[in-house]
């Protein structure tokens, strides 16, 4: 489950995973569940919720998807909505660790008036796509 170039636990094997708990009016609901396996395409569906005495906090909904293997040649894709209180983000991390591309891009992104907050990309290539000019 753990993938040395990211330094993030992935869901590699998972199916399942569910967890509930609240304690004093405290609620946190969070859960990993695969929708989709093909071939070398794997995706999930994942939630991370806290809730004070019936009001929402903070909420995560992401979906993930990962190609190839995940320890050796792979690409990850994951998008997310992300609720702090009342104001609302989308955010898109990518990570490359391929042959000719390795690194990542984060994008985050205030839903209320589209305001850039974060991004970012960080890559390294073997080999220059054609697309690359020259300085």
Known sequence: MYCP????????????????GGLGGWHVTSFIRQTRESGEMTEHS??????????ELISINATQISQRRLKYNFVLRT????????????????????????????????SGDNKKIINFEAYIYSKLPQSAKLL
């Not at 994942?46 to 009001?55: L, P, V």
């Open 79 to 110: 998008s997310a909505v992300v609720k702090l209180g009342s104001v609302l983000y989308e955010a898109i991390y990518n990570v490359h660790c391929e042959d000719a591309k390795t690194g990542a891009a984060v994008q985050i992104i205030r």
């Open 5 to 20: 170039y990211s330094r993030l636990p992935l869901p590699t094997k998972i199916r399942e995973f569910e967890f509930q």
């Open 46 to 55: 994942s939630a991370f919720k806290i809730a004070h005495r019936h009001q």
